[in-house]
Nanobody
């Protein structure tokens, strides 16, 4: 059974940093591509960053230069380093896995999802 568990969310002031983690289990992590998504209240879920099996990455324009997605295959763990956080980055953050649509920022391309971790950025 595929399981994705996010952690690392919290409250931070604008300009601060957080590092999110996503621990994966129940499947061959190295065979799947991963992504981070977020959803703010009243808004649709949006893709933030994605990474393929060889480490190539894609970012939403809104986070380029501030967020970095990475992975540790030995630990079956995905990360999202978030720097220079802004109030508009406040949202529930989800990690997701896809077998085929690598580097996609479209949620419908992802098969498995975690439960999310909350990020709140105050001004």
């Amino acid at each position: 059974q595929v399981q994705l568990v996010e952690s690392g969310g919290g409250s931070v002031q604008a300009g601060g940093s957080l590092r999110l983690s996503c621990a994966a289990s129940g499947y061959i992590y190295s065979s799947y591509c991963m992504g981070w998504f977020r959803q703010a209240p009243g808004k649709e879920r949006e893709g933030v960053a994605a990474i393929n099996v060889i480490g190539a990455t894609t970012y939403a324009d809104s986070v380029k230069g501030r967020f970095t997605i990475s992975q540790d295959k030995a630990k079956n763990t995905l990360y999202l380093q978030m720097n220079s956080l802004k109030p508009e980055d406040s949202a529930m953050y989800y990690c997701a896995a896809t077998r085929w649509y690598c580097q996609s920022l479209k949620e419908y391309n992802y098969n498995y999802w975690g439960q999310g971790t909350q990020v709140t950025v105050s001004s």
